[in-house]
């Protein structure tokens, strides 16, 4: 039997891997359940966008179709369409034409797309982590801000916007997103995303709810803000932060709690305290200076059991948000930031399907990870990347049988995209010359 629907992919993936092993139905544990059926009917159900029509591509299946935009990055719409088999009929040969498909998305919206992300970020990023994943029992959490291009139309430009510089508007409309990233798995917990012409702080207000309980969240300068640290510390129980100090901080110490270590006063400018009322005329943070000059602020008020040093060395962590946001354009794009889709509501429909890709992707690979006792992190993304994909290039020409145990050879087989552990290495900032492309001649002065 030919293998075309995804749906049978799933049902086929859990009939295989019941077999090697009990499920936990609050850890999703084989791949065969990232994605289950009843989760994508939910979030259509959800949204009102459940097809009533039988079409050649009824609703699930656009879905699994933003998705493979974002997994097959240089095929053609219809080309992905074949190649997972999503079309309803009785001959493989039959695809719907591409404008078909471009008004099945139109169809779709967003929104289904944004609830099913939210559905499997909740299940996937509450899992438990090793104690080497936590920071002294907190979940290690980074935000931080990327930018994506877009096709240049006027109605993106509209919608949208684009970069200034001095030499005029920038060449592409730009989406400017904010992603809170689990620093251990890599796996996005929430994200928020519009015009590039509003800020990262203001997109960051919209992931305040989003970070659990007992986590420490890292930031850089740009998102330090009384009215944003504050809502994010008291948004629940043990939700602490920690950023770099900006070199034009004002404060005052109320009480020393060690060498480089207080307990600082800040004031709140009038601008804030405008804007935000409830703001009071000061608040208070622990400031951390380092013998190298550098400056840390955060939450952790308590000196034991958070050792300044400590805290120090763990702002750190914040550079896997970045490794994370190169791993979706460089791996997943090609290079190639330009998304594909021509229109703006399509164009936020894309992006929450590349969520949901690199999500699937940063799943497995946790999985796969925990079962060989490395990190996540230890694996190469590019190289898993490419296997998963190749898996469901040919998914299609198996049996149903036959694909599962293709991805559990893949996770047998997994050691071969180890990585060597990480170095401890400082990399200080330092202008290098820039190379001439001809050799300078001097000027004879005779």
Same mark, same amino acid.
């Not at 699930?60 to 240089?74: K, P, Q, S, T, Y």
């Not at 034409?97 to 797309?113: I, K, Y």
């Not at 090793?130 to 979940?139: E, S, V």
């Not at 709140?268 to 400056?295: K, Y």
């Given at each position: 039997?030919?293998?075309?629907?995804?749906?049978?992919?799933?049902?086929?993936?859990?009939?295989?891997?019941?077999?090697?092993?009990?499920?936990?139905?609050?850890?999703?544990?084989? /791949?065969? %359940? !990232?994605?289950? &059926?009843?989760?994508?009917?939910?979030?259509?159900? *959800?949204?009102?966008?459940?097809? @009533? $029509?039988?079409?050649?591509?009824?609703?699930?299946?656009?879905?699994?179709?933003?998705?493979?935009?974002?997994?097959?990055?240089?095929?053609?719409?219809?080309?992905?369409?074949?190649?997972?088999?999503?079309?309803?009929?009785?001959?493989?040969?039959?695809?719907?034409?591409?404008?078909?498909?471009?008004?099945?998305?139109?169809?779709?919206?967003?929104?289904?797309?944004?609830?099913? /992300?939210? %559905? !499997?970020?909740? &299940?996937?990023?509450?899992?438990?982590?090793?104690? *080497?994943?936590?920071?002294?029992? @907190? $979940?290690?959490?980074?935000?931080?801000?990327?930018?994506?291009?877009?096709?240049?139309?006027?109605?993106?430009?509209?919608?949208?916007?684009?970069?200034?510089?001095?030499?005029?508007?920038?060449?592409?409309?730009?989406?400017?997103?904010?992603?809170?990233?689990?620093?251990?798995?890599?796996?996005?917990?929430?994200?928020?995303?519009?015009?590039?012409?509003?800020?990262?702080?203001?997109?960051?207000?919209?992931?305040?709810?989003?970070?659990?309980?007992?986590?420490?969240?890292?930031?850089?300068?740009?998102?330090?803000?009384?009215?944003?640290?504050?809502?994010?510390?008291?948004?629940?129980?043990?939700?602490?932060?920690?950023?770099?100090?900006?070199?034009?901080?004002?404060?005052?110490?109320?009480?020393?709690?060690?060498?480089?270590?207080?307990?600082?006063?800040?004031?709140?400018?009038?601008?804030?305290?405008?804007?935000?009322?409830?703001?009071?005329?000061?608040?208070?943070?622990?400031?951390?200076?380092?013998?190298?000059?550098?400056?840390?602020?955060?939450?952790?008020?308590?000196?034991?059991?958070?050792?300044?040093?400590?805290?120090?060395?763990?702002?750190?962590?914040?550079?896997?948000?970045?490794?994370?946001?190169?791993?979706?354009?460089?791996?997943?794009?090609?290079?190639?930031?330009?998304?594909?889709?021509?229109?703006?509501?399509?164009?936020?429909?894309?992006?929450?399907?590349?969520?949901?890709?690199?999500?699937?992707?940063?799943?497995?690979?946790?999985?796969?990870?925990?079962?060989?006792?490395?990190?996540?992190?230890?694996?190469?993304?590019?190289?898993?990347?490419?296997?998963?994909?190749?898996?469901?290039?040919?998914?299609?020409?198996?049996?149903?049988?036959?694909?599962?145990?293709?991805?559990?050879?893949?996770?047998?087989?997994?050691?071969?995209?180890?990585?060597?552990?990480?170095?401890?290495?400082?990399?200080?900032?330092?202008?290098?010359?820039?190379?001439?492309?001809?050799?300078?001649?001097?000027?004879?002065?005779?």
């Amino acid at each position: 039997m030919v293998f075309h629907e995804p749906l049978a992919l799933i049902s086929a993936l859990q009939a295989n891997f019941d077999a090697v092993g009990d499920l936990s139905p609050a850890a999703f544990d084989r /791949f065969s %359940q !990232l994605i289950p &059926a009843a989760w994508i009917e939910q979030a259509l159900q *959800a949204t009102g966008t459940t097809s @009533l $029509r039988r079409r050649r591509l009824p609703a699930e299946r656009l879905i699994w179709l933003v998705i493979g935009l974002a997994l097959f990055r240089n095929e053609p719409i219809w080309h992905i369409v074949r190649q997972l088999g999503l079309a309803l009929g009785t001959e493989a040969q039959v695809v719907p034409v591409p404008s078909a498909t471009v008004q099945g998305r139109q169809r779709l919206g967003e929104a289904p797309l944004a609830h099913l /992300f939210d %559905q !499997l970020s909740r &299940a996937w990023c509450t899992a438990p982590l090793p104690t *080497a994943g936590l920071f002294h029992g @907190l $979940r290690l959490l980074a935000v931080d801000g990327v930018v994506w291009s877009t096709p240049d139309t006027a109605e993106h430009r509209d919608v949208f916007g684009a970069g200034r510089s001095q030499h005029g508007e920038g060449s592409w409309p730009q989406v400017r997103a904010v992603c809170l990233m689990d620093v251990h798995t890599h796996l996005i917990r929430a994200a928020a995303f519009g015009a590039y012409t509003t800020g990262e702080l203001s997109y960051a207000h919209d992931l305040v709810t989003a970070a659990p309980d007992d986590s420490l969240t890292i930031f850089d300068r740009a998102y330090y803000s009384a009215a944003f640290l504050l809502a994010w510390q008291h948004a629940g129980e043990q939700r602490h932060w920690l950023m770099r100090a900006k070199s034009s901080l004002r404060y005052e110490v109320i009480r020393p709690l060690g060498e480089g270590d207080a307990w600082v006063r800040l004031p709140v400018s009038p601008q804030a305290r405008r804007q935000h009322p409830q703001l009071p005329t000061f608040w208070e943070a622990r400031l951390i200076l380092c013998p190298s000059g550098r400056r840390y602020l955060t939450s952790l008020a308590d000196a034991v059991r958070y050792p300044a040093d400590q805290v120090a060395v763990c702002y750190r962590e914040r550079w896997e948000i970045e490794l994370g946001f190169r791993d979706i354009k460089q791996a997943m794009q090609a290079n190639d930031t330009v998304l594909r889709s021509k229109r703006p509501e399509l164009v936020r429909q894309e992006i929450w399907g590349l969520l949901i890709a690199y999500n699937l992707l940063r799943w497995e690979m946790h999985q796969t990870a925990g079962e060989l006792g490395v990190p996540p992190t230890r694996l190469s993304f590019q190289g898993f990347t490419r296997a998963i994909v190749a898996e469901l290039r040919y998914a299609p020409l198996e049996t149903p049988g036959a694909f599962p145990k293709r991805l559990a050879r893949l996770r047998q087989q997994a050691h071969i995209y180890l990585l060597p552990a990480r170095r401890q290495r400082s990399c200080p900032r330092e202008v290098k010359r820039r190379p001439h492309k001809y050799p300078t001649k001097n000027a004879s002065l005779s």
